[in-house]
């Protein structure tokens, strides 16, 4: 049995997928915390952009939101890999899957970047085109996520 | 009035852009990534602030500086949302209006947006200091409650 299999028919897994509401509930959980998470990484990459609220700084506009960014992203893991167990398998075998985690891991890598460099890249005369180019970067990399696990539904049987 | 509006799906589906966006291989998980995207920042800004307003993340500043920094950005994720979800209804209009789930998910957005436009007035005035008025939390409580109640009579849709 492979590891897949195993973790598809675990006990915790399996009265997850089995009962009526956790499964719904957890996939709630997933869409919400994905909006947080997309959001608030939009909202700052909008400003480094310079289009959203330029009456704050980028740093007092980022700072506010980065929290929110990775408590999005820890609770859009948690239940996303419950949503993942629950058909192993299945998923395993979807390029559209593997293709939407490997874009997650290069966007949240740039999360990281945007977050480290804020600071630096707030000027009084305007972000510099290093810190424009990584937040379309950014916003087009969510979007392929997004677009990849909307793919997912219609490449596979799961 | 349910034949009327019945007839009036069956119209939306079967015009030419309905008929493509429910055929074409890309355009039904484009339509699905523009109505993700549009959610993402509209829900994703309305938890930000009112979670702000209940006194968690950010106590740096007042929560109505905050807000007034990202409405701009709620109502365009509204209008992107809006956008693509009209797009997603019309590919297959008659099997939404007839879907239990789907007329709950329409009700409660209804009765949300309204609460948000509502409340929103309220904002920059609950948001001027950084202790919150009582009654901003319940008002962002019950903005809260309903956004679920939103998103978990969308995921129950497709079980119905």
Not at chain 1, 143 to 157: K, P, Q, T
Not at chain 2, 90 to 102: G, K, L, M
Request: hydrophobic share 55%.
């Amino acid at each position: 049995m492979s590891f897949f299999q195993w973790l598809e028919h675990s006990s915790l897994i399996t009265s997850i997928s089995n009962s009526k509401w956790m499964y719904p509930a957890v996939e709630v959980a997933h869409f919400f915390s994905l909006f947080v998470l997309v959001g608030t990484i939009a909202v700052v990459d909008l400003r480094l952009l310079g289009l959203a609220g330029r009456r704050q700084t980028v740093t007092e506009l980022a700072e506010q939101l980065f929290p929110w960014t990775w408590a999005g992203l820890g609770l859009a893991v948690l239940s996303g890999f419950i949503m993942f167990a629950a058909s192993a398998t299945g998923f395993v075998a979807n390029t559209q899957f593997l293709i939407k985690m490997a874009i997650t891991v290069v966007a949240v890598v740039f999360a990281i970047l945007v977050q480290r460099r804020t600071r630096q890249w707030d000027q009084p005369s305007g972000t510099p085109i290093l810190a424009k180019l990584t937040a379309i970067v950014s916003l087009a990399l969510w979007i392929g996520v997004i677009l990849m696990a909307a793919e997912i539904a219609n490449y596979s049987e799961l | 009035m349910q034949d009327a509006l019945l007839s009036f799906c069956k119209w939306l589906e079967n015009t030419p852009w309905a008929l493509f966006i429910g055929r074409s291989l890309w355009a039904y998980p484009v339509v699905q990534a523009i109505h993700f995207s549009g959610l993402s920042l509209w829900v994703g800004t309305i938890v930000v602030i009112d979670f702000r307003f209940l006194g968690l993340g950010g106590r740096r500043q007042p929560a109505g500086r905050l807000a007034e920094q990202l409405v701009p950005w709620t109502w365009t994720g509204l209008g992107i949302a809006l956008l693509g979800g009209i797009l997603l209804f019309a590919a297959s209009a008659s099997a939404y209006f007839r879907n239990p789930a789907f007329r709950i998910k329409f009700l409660v957005l209804v009765v949300g947006i309204t609460y948000h436009i509502i409340i929103q007035r309220n904002l920059s005035k609950w948001g001027q200091s950084l202790a919150t008025p009582p009654v901003a939390k319940l008002a962002t409580v019950t903005e809260l409650a309903l956004w679920i109640c939103v998103i978990t009579a969308a995921v129950e849709i497709p079980n119905h």
